[in-house]
């Protein structure tokens, strides 16, 4: 009996566990809203309403969007974190908090879908396409063809609660839109967050919106995906601007600027220039790819030369390598460090390939670790599966028959208590 019961109680605890990791590991969805301007005409392509879209799927909608309007300015409004009870919430006057965005509903084809897989990285589908990103403040309208412009309305700085940084998000994202009508022919808008906001602590997202706030009013602006010019081009692509930290103090790169690619027996060099963040100094960082005879190459290290031309080599703490035609993908943060530990170079989401053919990216090999979430998970499945029909097979095997039987000619069994 005692056996029994711990038996129950291993396997309550292993499905509670099994629970937890679910739970924690589930993919956030998160609420996208489309419109087009009016020169645009109607969509002939419309996502089914009250629909859930994984990656793939909404990046087939985008494409389908693009190919259709003859390449419009594709401009991503994005939040830290969204989710749909944002849309249903009210404000403090009983009132919407997208009255302005309301407002444009009567000239543009607007369409609303609840949920989508990590719909940022769908745009990457795009670049097939000759997209480039490029991330702007709204201060200044760049030339934009075949360009994503990226606007993060966490950027925005606000000391209220979260009801009016949604109505301020608002207003912004209307006004910009209106000015940019007025210089782009064609826009498809996409509104959407990150990650979703129904599952993250309040206390977590104002701490997150003060550390995303930029140092300067007017925001920051670089190129996240660079192309080199030359006879083997090399592409690099960020979600973000590239950070570099010298002696503890932390730097965005703006303005990058891809040149030549600095080619060598067995390795390549792609040169980028950037600005220093409320400085006018340039810095020059130097990737370096190598090529080993099995048919890979890899990212080794970076080379930064100051605005004074002093030089510190940074050697890649990633193990950034990939087969030759393939590009390497990565979800985490990317680190170069020189050996004192004094400078340190971050690449977020980084994406990179040298070889590119027709300046498009060649399928992409990531950095997943062999044991994934997944795998995990259908480990502890088998097991506790394992588990309950090892007990099963215990339990019957403990069973023990009768080895008397009554005669009904003869005098009847009697069994003492012991027995």
């Known amino acids: 009996m005692k056996m029994a019961s711990f038996k129950m109680y291993l396997t309550a605890v292993v499905a509670l566990i099994l629970g937890t990791i679910f739970s924690t590991n589930a993919h956030s969805h998160v609420p996208v809203l489309l419109w087009e301007s009016p020169n645009n005409g109607e969509s002939e392509v419309n ?5 859930r879209m994984n990656v793939e799927e909404f990046a087939d909608v985008l494409m ?48 609303f879908i609840p949920s989508v897989e990590t719909p940022v990285k769908a745009l990457n589908r ?40 949604l109505l301020q998000h608002d207003r912004y994202m ?5 000015r940019m009508v007025a210089v782009y022919p064609n826009i498809l808008a996409i509104f959407t967050g990150r990650r979703s906001s129904w599952t993250a602590p309040k206390q977590d997202l104002s701490r997150v919106r003060r550390d995303a706030e930029p140092t300067n009013a007017a925001g920051t602006s670089c190129n996240v995906a660079l192309t080199s010019s030359g006879t083997s081009q090399i592409m690099l692509y960020t979600s973000e601007c590239p950070i570099i930290s010298i002696n503890s103090s932390n730097y965005n790169l703006t303005s990058g600027d891809a ?44 080379e930064y030369e100051d605005s004074t031309g002093q030089k510190h080599i ?20 990317a680190l170069f460090q020189n050996a004192e530990g004094t400078v340190t170079l971050k690449l977020k989401n980084i994406k990179v390939q040298p070889g590119v053919q027709d300046g498009k990216f060649s399928p992409a ?15 502890f499945v088998t097991f506790l599966l394992l588990f309950i029909v090892a007990w099963g097979i215990d339990m019957m095997m403990s069973i023990h028959t009768m080895d008397r039987f009554d005669d009904p000619k003869g005098k009847p069994l009697v069994f003492n208590a012991q027995e």
């Open 64 to 111: 389908r969007r693009v190919e259709a309007d003859h390449s419009p300015v594709v401009v991503l409004f994005v939040e830290d974190t969204l989710s749909v009870e944002d849309f249903s919430r009210q404000s403090s006057g009983s009132g919407s908090l997208f009255p302005a965005l309301q407002t444009i509903k009567g000239n543009v084809n607007l369409e």
């Open 174 to 178: 209307t006004a910009l839109y209106e």
């Open 314 to 333: 940074l050697e890649s703490k990633s193990n950034i390598r990939a087969p030759l035609n393939y590009s390497y993908n990565c979800g985490t943060t």
């Open 126 to 165: 795009l670049s097939k396409l000759g997209y480039k990103w490029e991330q702007i403040s709204g201060e200044v309208l760049p030339e934009a063809k075949k360009k994503i412009l990226i606007v993060n309305l966490s950027d925005l700085k606000t000391d209220e609660d979260r009801s009016s940084m």
């Open 259 to 302: 040149l030549k690619t600095d080619n060598q027996k067995g390795s390549h060099r792609m040169i980028v220039r950037y600005k220093l963040e409320n400085s006018p100094d340039k810095i020059t960082v130097r990737f370096r790819f190598n090529f080993s005879d099995d048919g890979y190459w890899q990212l080794t290290q970076a």
């Open 47 to 51: 996502p089914s309403a009250l629909s």
């Open 365 to 379: 090999q990531d950095c997943v670790p062999f044991f994934t979430i997944p795998i995990w998970s259908g480990l």
